[in-house]
């Protein structure tokens, strides 16, 4: 099984947002280590929760989408989703996309069944609902983030932290013995949209990153 440190894969979350590129170094760890520390403090008041059952209370109807198919030709392909509304939110399961990233995991030696995958995803989108309903996205709390090259600076929020807060807060509600983030490169792998060595070569870029934006007081 590849291993990455958590930090470095909210890297890789980083680096997919637009605001990364004029991200200082220090600012990105900075960043990176609130959203998971603010997805920690938030999943420490809903230990043990059922994240189905708690979307369910709140008026959130789950949708399972049992008819679409994998489809592997398709540069993005979404597992789960979660659409707001002034009068209901609605979150949606891939169930082909789910049952297939369960049996990837499974050939990875994990043994999850359907319904673990399906509540990994749950509480991921059910942190999303609670930055909703509480209305602070994660980016707000992380604090105003100097980027340059804007010549006009007004406050910018990270979409990414939202991603990383909420990765951080299903794997500690579910207790799950894999990060999120993981899970989904092991399924890009396994795919063959990635070879094993272009992940490794990712994650170690950005581990080099997170080692570059450490302060050496952090050392
Ligand atoms: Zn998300």
Known sequence: MISVPAEALGMLDLMEDPLFPGLDPEDRVRSIRRSIDIGRACAAQHLGCDPE??????????????????????????????????????????????????EVLTTYGLDVDLDWVARLHLAHEFYHFLEFSGGRRTGDEVG???????L?????????????????????????????????????????????EEFAHLAATAQARVQEGTSHEDL
């Open 53 to 102: 059952a708690d979307l369910v209370r709140a008026g959130v109807v789950i949708r399972r989408i049992e008819d679409d198919t994998v489809r592997l030709d398709h540069a993005s392909r979404i597992q789960a989703q979660i659409f707001y509304g002034p009068d209901a939110c609605r979150v949606e399961l891939h169930m082909a996309e789910l049952l297939h990233k369960q």
């Open 152 to 196: 006009r600076s007004r406050p910018r929020v990270l979409r990414s932290a939202s991603e990383i807060a909420a990765h951080t807060f299903a794997e500690t509600v579910t207790g799950s013995p894999i990060h999120p983030k993981l899970t989904d490169y092991l399924v890009l792998v396994s795919d063959g949209t990635m070879t094993e």
């Open 144 to 150: 105003p983030i100097r980027v340059r090259g804007f």
